[in-house]
């Protein structure tokens, strides 16, 4: 992606650890977590929609804002379901530098 841009969609497949596909049937909701690389805050969180509970696909759209600087981001995506939220955590996202026009 690129750094500053935004109204795009990001789309994710989620995985057990055995390979196979995590359902997302009975998600009650499911929230994108972004930080930059080696920064403890969370520079921001946003909802996420499900393409496929079966599939285990979801995605979120970039908003103004979300990567305004270039470089790695590390990501985690939160699935809740009554009672449990399970956590997939080390993804990492790339914001390359904007080229002047």
């Known amino acids: 992606m ?5 109204g795009y969609v990001i789309n994710f497949s989620l ?14 909701g499911l929230t994108l977590r ?3 690389t080696n920064q403890v805050q ?5 909802a996420m929609v499900v393409v496929s509970d079966v599939g285990g696909t979801c ?7 979300n ?6 981001y590390n990501a985690q995506i939160q699935v ?7 956590t ?5 996202i790339l914001a390359v530098a904007k080229v002047p026009a």
Do not use: R
């Open 34 to 36: 972004v930080q930059k």
């Open 42 to 46: 969370v520079n921001f969180s946003g």
């Open 59 to 65: 995605s979120y759209q970039v908003a103004q804002g």
């Open 15 to 28: 995985v057990n650890i055995d390979g196979s596909v995590f359902s997302l049937v009975d998600a009650t």
């Open 80 to 86: 809740s379901f009554i009672g449990e939220v399970v």
């Open 2 to 6: 690129v750094q500053s841009d935004y």
């Open 88 to 92: 997939f955590p080390n993804i990492q």
């Open 67 to 72: 990567f305004n600087l270039a470089g790695y």
